[in-house]
């Protein structure tokens, strides 16, 4: 079945930067897209960008493009989100999700259980 | 980026309910409408898409439907593995979410 594995939780200072992994498995990698998407403590799930894992092309959020820099390892069926200049709002828990597209229309059918990132001083 | 309004934030509930949790958007989305469950420490999980489509495995007593701005999730018969937090999520453009209704016992 196909499974999402991410890294686990990380405690950063204000201006470091955190890179996620999001280990893939149960399908064929390069064949889906996939997107990262946020969650910070109280507000609703925001997304961040995604990767075509294929040929990896990118998209960003424009309220985080920047800081944000999505990549993928297709030998690792790996992708990796790496968000930079961290600030105390950037206190989330980050979730990889698989996306499933058709011609018209597309949804999340699978998701990493999350990791944790705090940014503290 | 269309804006998405869940109703109610916050849902008490008993085993063997109906409930029904509302999803408006801020324009015309047509069809293009997924909801998930998330529950504390989990992965989300797809219920619906396109509006009414139930994912596999999904349990008949999930439906969806609604088109346009305003949608509907239906839990039919409350199974208390149903106590979670739903959202929807819009995919006619770059995906944005409601802020979530967290169904809970009463």
């Known amino acids: 079945q196909v499974q999402l594995a991410q890294s686990g939780a990380e405690v950063k200072k204000p201006g470091a930067s955190v890179k996620v992994s999001c280990k893939a498995s149960g399908y064929t990698f390069t064949s889906y897209a996939m997107y990262w998407v946020r969650q910070a403590p109280g507000q609703r799930l925001e997304w961040m960008g995604w990767?075509?894992?294929?040929?990896?092309?990118?998209k960003y959020s424009q309220k985080f493009q920047g800081r944000v820099t999505i990549t993928r390892d297709t030998s690792a069926s790996t992708a990796y989100m790496e968000l930079s200049s961290l600030r105390s709002e950037d206190t989330a828990v980050y979730y990889c999700?698989?996306?499933?597209?058709?011609?018209?229309?597309?949804?999340?059918?699978?998701w990493g259980q999350g990791t944790l990132v705090t940014v503290s001083s | 980026d269309i804006q998405m309004t869940q109703s109610p934030s916050s849902l008490s509930a008993s085993v063997g309910d109906r409930v029904t949790i509302t999803c408006r958007a801020s324009?015309?989305?047509?069809?293009?409408l997924n909801w998930y469950q998330h529950k504390p420490g989990k992965a989300p999980k797809l219920l619906i898409y396109a509006a009414s489509s139930l994912q596999s495995g999904v349990p008949s007593r999930f439906s969806g439907s609604g088109s346009g701005t305003d949608f509907t999730l239906t839990i039919s018969s409350l199974q208390p593995e149903d106590f979670a937090t739903y959202y929807c999520?819009?995919?006619?453009?770059?995906?944005?979410f409601g802020q979530g209704t967290k169904l809970e016992i009463k």
């Open positions: 999700a698989r996306e499933v597209a058709t011609v018209t229309l597309y949804y999340f059918d699978s």
């Open positions: 999520q819009q995919s006619y453009s770059t995906p944005t």
């Open positions: 990767i075509n894992a294929g040929n990896g092309n990118r």
């Open positions: 324009q015309s989305i047509s069809r293009f």
